[in-house]
């Protein structure tokens, strides 16, 4: 011990010496494109869409890690925008300060998919912003009877085929339609997304996942017209932490089972989700219909429930407007786990399992469960599932 007091002095000096100069270099090398020298004005009538376009060209055709800045003030993105891969760099980091915000004639954007749009990027970073869409008056247009003609909309920000994605502090107001979209990505992280839009907007889910792997979600608060969070088909070693939701949908697996030959969700842990008046806690959903779809691994661990309409809830039966051949679903649920759930259910049934006849659930576990209805006990409803049930299980377990 006392031989070696001076070496773990020296080493930490030469970590100092060593990570500083590194730190210098890296600053010496990246370059900070802001979008105002690009020509965009944060006055919230110009339109700065082509110096983003700008920007993002300049500091994806760099070598060397870049930068790009959006400073305060208020940038008029007036169409959908997309920032292509591959670049000359894997480290481009997007900080924005001020607020981006769409036209409020929902056309402009409402025939694309994404109004961001990341296609096949590497190594990209996202620090603060708010997007605002201002899709109200497209939901006035979807939810009136007599309007057919509106565009299915543009969900605000998506990644596709991308990697080694950050995303911290964003905040997404009144998306036309999904506010984040991941597919086909691979390491992906978003934390402390805020997602705002109005509880009767149609199909605003908060982050919607699929075809990716190794996606972390933590903190993101989500009041949102449908799905807080939904999870499509292919999604494998998803973690979702200190979650919360509400008005909305709550968290999703699925709608899955529409195509045959679909991949499966494998390997989902969502601790510590709090949702308020939400339709759904945890739902899984697949249609009615033959796949080679499967759930498993599935892992809900610590939630709150505050006036929840179906706080635990298996649907294999899905199919509105009856377009299901044979209404058994193929897609097969096994190994979900629900954990130290507590609170209220705005229904009588709190916890629903209706499996699919031709997959029956297998190895579904209840423990430490406590819901009630109207300070009542609920109840708890299976069809096909098999499982046990631990420790406190209220309603009482019908596995
Ligand atoms: C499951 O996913 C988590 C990340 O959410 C990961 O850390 C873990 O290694 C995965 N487990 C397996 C068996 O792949």
């Given at each position: 011990?006392?031989k070696?007091?001076?070496?773990?002095?020296?080493?930490?000096?030469?970590?100092?010496?060593f990570?500083?100069?590194?730190?210098?270099?890296?600053?010496?090398k990246?370059?900070?494109?802001?979008?105002?020298?690009?020509?965009?004005?944060?006055?919230?009538?110009?339109?700065?869409?082509?110096?983003?376009?700008?920007?993002?060209?300049?500091?994806?055709?760099?070598?060397?890690p870049a930068?790009?800045?959006?400073p305060?003030?208020?940038?008029?993105v007036?169409?959908?925008?997309?920032f292509?891969?591959?670049?000359?760099?894997k480290?481009?980091?997007i900080t924005?300060?001020?607020?981006?915000?769409?036209?409020s004639?929902?056309?402009?954007i409402?025939?694309?998919?994404?109004?961001?749009?990341?296609d096949r990027v590497?190594?990209?970073?996202?620090?603060?912003?708010?997007l605002d869409?201002?899709g109200?008056?497209?939901?006035?247009?979807?939810?009136?009877?007599?309007?057919?003609?509106?565009?299915s909309?543009?969900?605000?920000?998506?990644?596709?085929?991308?990697?080694?994605?950050?995303?911290?502090?964003l905040?997404?107001?009144?998306s036309?339609?999904?506010?984040?979209t991941i597919n086909g990505c691979?390491?992906?992280?978003?934390?402390g997304?805020?997602?705002?839009?109005?509880?009767?907007s149609?199909?605003?889910?908060g982050?919607?996942?699929?075809?990716?792997?190794?996606?972390?979600?933590?903190?993101?608060?989500?009041h949102?017209?449908d799905d807080?969070?939904?999870?499509g088909?292919?999604?494998?070693?998803?973690w979702?932490?200190?979650?919360?939701?509400g008005?909305?949908?709550?968290?999703?697996?699925?709608?899955?089972?529409w195509?045959?030959?679909?991949?499966?969700?494998?390997?989902v842990?969502?601790?510590?989700t709090t949702?308020?008046?939400?339709?759904?806690g945890?739902?899984?959903?697949s249609?009615?219909?033959?796949?080679?779809g499967?759930?498993?691994?599935?892992?809900f661990?610590?939630?709150t429930?505050i006036?929840?309409q179906?706080?635990?809830?298996?649907?294999?039966?899905?199919?509105?407007?009856?377009?299901?051949?044979?209404?058994?679903?193929g897609?097969k649920?096994?190994?979900?786990?629900?954990r130290?759930i507590?609170?209220?259910?705005?229904?009588?049934?709190?916890?629903n399992?209706d499996?699919s006849s031709?997959?029956?659930?297998e190895?579904?576990?209840?423990e430490?469960?406590?819901?009630?209805y109207?300070?009542?006990?609920s109840q708890?409803?299976?069809n096909?599932?098999?499982?046990?049930?631990?420790?406190?299980?209220?309603?009482?377990?019908c596995?």
């Amino acid at each position: 011990m006392t031989k070696t007091t001076t070496h773990p002095l020296s080493v930490v000096a030469l970590y100092f010496l060593f990570s500083s100069s590194l730190f210098h270099s890296t600053l010496a090398k990246s370059a900070t494109y802001n979008v105002v020298a690009f020509g965009a004005k944060p006055d919230g009538t110009t339109d700065s869409s082509n110096a983003l376009v700008s920007a993002w060209k300049k500091a994806c055709g760099s070598a060397k890690p870049a930068s790009i800045l959006v400073p305060r003030g208020k940038f008029l993105v007036g169409r959908a925008v997309t920032f292509s891969g591959k670049c000359g760099n894997k480290a481009i980091s997007i900080t924005i300060r001020g607020t981006l915000v769409a036209p409020s004639e929902y056309n402009f954007i409402g025939n694309s998919l994404h109004w961001f749009m990341f296609d096949r990027v590497s190594g990209v970073s996202i620090h603060g912003g708010v997007l605002d869409a201002r899709g109200t008056s497209l939901w006035h247009c979807k939810n009136s009877p007599t309007n057919v003609h509106c565009p299915s909309g543009a969900a605000t920000l998506g990644f596709i085929n991308s990697d080694n994605i950050l995303i911290t502090g964003l905040t997404s107001l009144h998306s036309q339609m999904f506010h984040v979209t991941i597919n086909g990505c691979h390491n992906v992280k978003l934390h402390g997304l805020k997602a705002i839009a109005a509880r009767n907007s149609p199909n605003t889910d908060g982050i919607h996942v699929q075809f990716s792997n190794d996606v972390t979600i933590i903190k993101p608060s989500i009041h949102t017209g449908d799905d807080c969070i939904s999870i499509g088909p292919g999604t494998r070693n998803l973690w979702i932490e200190d979650a919360t939701c509400g008005p909305g949908h709550g968290i999703s697996i699925g709608s899955l089972g529409w195509d045959m030959n679909e991949p499966g969700v494998k390997n989902v842990t969502v601790r510590k989700t709090t949702f308020i008046k939400t339709q759904n806690g945890f739902r899984i959903k697949s249609w009615g219909r033959p796949s080679r779809g499967f759930v498993k691994d599935v892992h809900f661990e610590g939630a709150t429930m505050i006036d929840v309409q179906n706080p635990i809830l298996i649907d294999q039966s899905y199919c509105p407007h009856n377009i299901c051949p044979s209404h058994a679903s193929g897609v097969k649920i096994s190994d979900v786990s629900y954990r130290g759930i507590h609170g209220t259910s705005a229904t009588s049934v709190a916890v629903n399992f209706d499996c699919s006849s031709k997959e029956p659930c297998e190895r579904i576990t209840l423990e430490d469960v406590k819901l009630s209805y109207k300070n009542k006990a609920s109840q708890a409803l299976c069809n096909h599932a098999d499982g046990t049930a631990l420790g406190i299980v209220q309603p009482h377990s019908c596995l």
